[in-house]
């Protein structure tokens, strides 16, 4: 085990991950000049609807059959009634036609939808329920202000290779939370250092749940730590974001100065890596980035704001991808989703990607922030490790609900008490 592992995790004589030296938190105080960075600087990575038969449309047709197609019991059979009957009978095939159209129609569009969409590639997985279950406490179970929403954890881990499964670690930890009434949207970041129990009683880095026990450990620990309900998740690798990028068309970002220098240098790195080519951004300002260029603009850290900036980058992205979205028509944003469908892993069976992008349009996100709050946390060592303390985390966490579901009354779980307390030991803050 190197140093490396030494000073970030307590693996246990394990090592998660061939890329653990990739993560060096101590660059920024490392005193070097930015030009003077070497190129492994730059090698840290950062509803379900179901269609009903209309209601009734088996009677109708059985009455068409029935009454159409043999005169009723007492009905005269004279030949006066042939025309009326004729009419009847009319009637009764354009009825039957209208059906079959429409039903000709319903699975026309259930093709278009569940078979153009490439289902094959979806990397679904199934989650442990119990394990998921166990980990939502009494008070977040049966708080009335968060059953109006729906809460989706997306993972943006460091994956060159498509890794996306565990043994890899969560550079981007982001809880969106859905209001099912008007389609708003608020983000927020959950910081990789930040510490919190890994969900098993130990404590460190919350990125490193992903490492041990990948996204059913990840889910846990948020909903442990956080008094969160999250039952779902997506996860997206590199290439991945890049290619959603690139579908879209590219999205509309304002790059800071700052920021220039780093994302070509990642960029031209994810690009050999990637085995794409990559064009360097100019300039700063408001411009039009492609997948790779938005990608590498996500991983840049090397800024005065650090890892809580780089945080920032990866949610606006996230929301110039919805802006472009929300422009394109169903049969582009099929092409957006048989792009990412190979390149995603996650809870989600085809029907509910299918909600979701049928939602699009009336998706906003309205508000985007980071736990722990700005107010509310420290940087500091515990042991060996970088790490980001939440001061307090019990404090934290009523304001976390406060921000997503406006229950500014919100009391926390004894557990999360106890987290509280402990990291406030361990961290003396």
């Known amino acids: 085990m190197s140093n490396r592992d ?72 004279r030949p006066g009634s042939a025309g009326k009957n004729g009419k009847k009978k009319n009637k009764a095939m354009i009825l039957l036609i209208s059906e079959i159209a429409v039903a000709l129609l319903l699975i026309f569009a259930a093709w278009h939808i569940f078979y153009k969409i490439d289902v094959g590639k979806v990397g679904k997985v199934k989650l442990d329920e119990e394990a998921i279950n166990e980990s939502i406490s009494d008070e ?60 098993n009683d130990q404590y460190n880095k919350c990125n490193a749940a992903y490492v041990y026990g990948g996204p059913d450990q990840a889910i846990a620990m948020l909903n442990m730590n956080l008094d969160m309900d999250i039952n779902d998740f997506i996860t997206i690798g590199f290439r991945g974001l890049t290619d959603v990028v690139d579908a879209l068309g590219g999205v509309e970002i304002n790059v800071p100065d700052d920021v220039v220098e780093h994302l070509n240098n990642y960029g031209r790195m994810m690009a050999k890596e990637l085995k794409l080519d990559f064009k360097d951004v100019k300039s ?34 996230i929301q110039a991808c919805l802006v472009e979205a929300k422009k394109k028509s169903p049969s582009e944003l099929e092409k957006v989703a048989n792009s990412m469908m190979g390149e995603i892993y996650t809870s989600f069976d085809i029907s509910d990607i299918v909600k979701l992008l049928k939602d699009v349009p009336k998706y906003e996100i309205v508000e985007q922030n980071g736990f722990p709050e700005e107010s509310m946390r420290a940087t500091g060592k515990i042991g060996k490790g970088s790490m980001v303390i939440p001061v307090n985390l019990e404090s934290n966490v009523k304001w ?22 402990k990291i406030s030991a361990d961290s003396g803050k």
């Open 284 to 317: 700063s300002g408001m411009q039009r980035l492609n997948g790779l260029q938005a990608t590498a603009y996500c991983r840049v850290r090397y800024t005065a704001g650090g890892d809580f900036d780089r945080a920032a980058r990866q949610r606006e992205v």
């Open 140 to 199: 977040a179970a049966e708080n009335e202000h968060m059953k109006g929403y729906t809460n989706i954890v997306l993972f943006g881990v460091d994956a060159r290779d498509e890794q996306l499964k565990k043994k890899t670690r969560t550079d981007s930890i982001i809880i969106c939370s859905i209001n099912n009434d008007n389609g708003e949207i608020k983000l927020c970041s959950v910081y990789r250092d930040t510490y919190l129990n890994l969900s």
């Open 400 to 421: 976390l609900h406060g921000f997503l579901f406006n229950d500014t009354e919100y009391a926390v779980s004894e557990d999360v008490k106890k987290y509280s307390e």
């Open 6 to 77: 030494d000073e970030y995790y307590d693996r246990g004589g394990r090592r998660p991950s061939q890329r653990d030296d990739r993560y060096r938190d101590d660059v920024r105080s490392s005193g070097r000049s930015r030009d003077s960075r070497s190129r492994r600087d730059y090698d840290d990575y950062d509803e379900r609807p179901r269609r009903r038969e209309p209601e009734g449309s088996a009677g109708r047709g059985a009455r068409s059959s029935r009454d159409y197609d043999a005169p009723r019991r007492g009905q005269s059979s």
